[in-house]
């Protein structure tokens, strides 16, 4: 198949440093190409892929100073994909909405995946004036708020299978947490946590402007009361692997309707069990006493580290394997490309021995 990936331009492809969306495209991108489709990218230009890269913009825009303005980026990057439009079996949106005027002419071959929040209240008329848009969500739970609209499937993320290496001997003996500070991501309940089992915590996170002041007057003072929390700033892929595998569990504490949670099944490559709050997607993510636990207050949480820290790592990782790799991700988005109204590609199935989802190949 001839399929366009069209990433949103704040983060290169993959990111830097944090960047679930461009992580995500990232890892459909490579593997979509590694099955042997014919994949175009559409990013910045500091994007690295084996796809062919369409670059929308010099650097990623977050990361380049003269830069004040997204939009006008965006809709550059839009109108080159209007231009190239007739190219592609399938355009895959991970850019939210603003597209959606744009494609009404061949929307019937196209999906948007939905990453973010769906319960802010400016968002329903806007799906509302669009009900025909093919969509993907990322969970179940992440649908509620929305009005009647066109879903297509849910698909849950998944990673490279070797991308985060396994660890079942831990060198640290500290709890994790790792994201954005930020008051929907709660640290101060991680710090909470950690304090009450008396385990130090390592927290790998990044700051947005608009999350400065919560870190200034409520978690950096948590921060440098504790002496065994340390603050370790945004951390890359590599650095990742070592945070997360040498941890005795991560904390995700969130208090907010999460649609998905990326780096819960981080965690679960590494074998790291992971303890969160049952909001939004956790309770689909977190397989229950196998991957990790699910609580609903702090003292739950403290109640049961113990029993965290004396999981299986392999199970653990058995989990991920099963449930949240790319080319799981993968074959389920081509499922739903080739499903797609407008699309004349259909699927031919391949059984396989080991009892995973068929592979996917584009026949005429």
């Given amino acids: 198949m001839k399929i366009a990936q069209i990433a ?17 495209v990232s890892y459909l991108t490579e593997e979509l190409a590694a099955q042997g489709h014919e994949v175009t990218l559409f990013a910045s230009g500091d994007s690295v892929t084996r796809a062919r890269l369409l670059p929308c913009a010099n650097v990623a825009l977050r990361l380049n100073p ?18 190239r439009a007739h190219e592609f079996d399938v ?23 939905l990453h973010g929040r769906l319960d802010l209240p400016d968002l329903k008329p806007l799906y509302t004036a669009f009900p025909d848009v093919p969509l993907v969500s990322i969970s179940n739970d992440q649908r509620r708020p929305m009005p009647p609209v066109n879903w297509r499937g849910t698909v ?9 290496p396994f660890t079942e001997n831990t060198k640290g003996n500290y709890l994790a947490f790792l994201g954005r500070i ?83 099944i981080e965690a679960m490559a590494c074998g790291t069990p992971v303890i969160a709050f049952g909001c939004g997607s956790v309770p689909e993510v977190i397989d229950n006493g196998i991957s990790g636990i699910l609580v609903d207050s702090v003292a739950e949480a403290v109640e049961n580290v113990e029993w965290a820290l004396r999981f299986d ?46 592979d996917l190949l584009a026949v005429a």
Avoid at 9 to 23: C, D, I, N, Q, W
Avoid at 91 to 113: E, G, K, Q, S
Avoid at 156 to 164: D, V
């Fill in 8 to 24: 949103p331009l704040a983060e290169s492809v993959p990111p830097k440093l944090y960047g679930g969306t461009e992580r995500i």
């Fill in 156 to 164: 849950y993320h998944g990673l490279p299978a070797g991308l985060l």
């Fill in 313 to 358: 790592r392999r199970r653990v990782r058995a989990a991920f394997e099963r449930r949240f790799t790319a080319k799981r991700m993968a074959c389920d988005y081509l499922d739903i490309y080739r499903n797609l109204p407008g699309v004349r590609i259909k699927a031919a199935p391949i059984s396989r021995s080991n009892g995973e989802a068929p």
């Fill in 182 to 264: 930020s008051p929907e991501k709660r640290p101060d309940r991680a710090i909470q946590i950690a304090a009450k089992v008396g385990m130090p915590l390592k927290i790998a996170a990044k700051i947005d402007n608009a999350d400065r002041a919560y870190w200034e007057t409520v978690i950096e003072p948590m921060v440098k009361s504790h002496p065994h929390v340390e603050y370790i700033g945004e951390i890359n892929e590599h650095q990742k692997a070592d945070f997360l595998g040498n941890a005795g569990a991560l904390l995700f504490p969130i208090d907010w309707p999460e649609p998905f949670g990326l780096v819960m």
């Fill in 66 to 83: 003269t830069v004040k303005d997204h939009l006008p980026h965006q809709v550059v990057m839009l109108e080159e994909i209007r231009q």
């Fill in 91 to 113: 355009l895959h949106f991970h850019i939210d909405l603003l597209h959606f005027p744009l494609i009404r002419d061949f929307a019937d071959r196209t999906v948007t995946t």
